[in-house]
């Protein structure tokens, strides 16, 4: 592949731009993809956030994020269905097939792992005909564990898997995130399992550094900063069958405190040096 042919930035790696910045940044350094987020999306306006995109040329590669769907109480449950049910038509409208979905931490008092999972998988029995019927996939995304009680209760692929696979892969599917689970030793078993059955929706780049920050969330280290093996795990997914973008993701309070083109034109360069 050229060296950007895949290549996609996830906005929040460059939070500090706003979108119209973004935008110019990537059609300046040949960046072709963005992962999007809701919340600034939203303040922009979808439609108009969907124009300024596609009038530039980009591709949007994901919309992030959907999900949170273990609430117990019957009215908790629908708002979280609601909101999914939102997403899916921004994600539409913006013009990505992929909603990435985190599945929510246990509510309070919970200590039921598997029961918040079981929740999951009732929201995705609601949500992916729906989905599908908007031409939008589901990508259930495995956090790592240290978020599973008040983030993600689905902390590994094989978790993840065992929930999409209940559904066609057509309406759910899993993201494969680095950061996340680069650590679990049954990770590329559980990438060639997504590969066969066409459930790698997308695909995350982020290093592992330590010491970790106080601020856990914000601790995805820039590309070739950490302990990650960047190239293996894009081997791997390609093994499996996957030849869709390849979405930079980080949060990094040092990151956003600079320039944000700076911090761009870094990533792709970091991008071609440790991934391709």
């Given amino acids: 592949m050229s060296d950007l042919a895949r290549f996609s930035v996830n906005q929040m790696t460059v939070k500090q731009l706003p979108l119209p910045d973004l935008v110019a940044a990537c059609r300046d350094l040949g960046v072709p993809g963005v992962g999007l987020w809701r919340e600034p999306v939203q303040e922009y306006g979808v439609e108009a956030a969907a124009k300024l995109v596609r009038d530039a040329g980009l591709t949007v ?17 629908a708002r979280a269905l609601d909101d999914n049910r939102r997403a899916v038509g921004e994600a539409a409208t913006l013009g990505t097939d992929v909603l ?8 309070a008092g919970s200590r039921d792992l ?43 692929l094989a978790q993840a898997l065992d929930l999409a696979e209940r559904f066609p892969a057509r309406q759910v599917g899993v993201t494969v995130d680095t950061y996340h689970v680069w650590w679990d030793e049954d990770a590329p078993a559980q990438i060639a399992r997504a590969g066969a059955g066409g459930r790698i929706h997308t695909f995350q780049l982020a290093d592992w550094v330590t010491p970790l920050p106080a601020g856990v969330l914000n601790g995805r280290g820039q590309l070739g900063d950490g302990s990650v093996d960047l190239r293996r795990w894009r081997e791997l997914v390609e093994a499996a069958g996957y030849t869709g973008p390849i979405e930079v993701e980080l949060f990094n309070d040092a990151l956003w405190a600079r320039d944000g083109r700076e911090v761009l034109a870094e990533t792709v360069e970091r991008f071609t040096r440790h991934a391709v």
């Fill in 61 to 77: 590669t994901t919309l992030c994020r959907g999900g949170f769907l273990t609430a117990t109480d019957p009215a908790g449950r």
């Fill in 100 to 107: 990435v979905l985190v599945s929510g931490g246990l509510p």
């Fill in 114 to 156: 598997p029961g918040a999972r079981e929740r999951v998988a009732d929201a995705l029995a609601e949500l992916g005909p729906y989905a599908e019927a908007h031409g939008v996939k589901l990508a259930v995304e495995p956090l790592h564990p240290m978020f599973a009680a008040d983030r993600c209760v689905v902390s590994t």
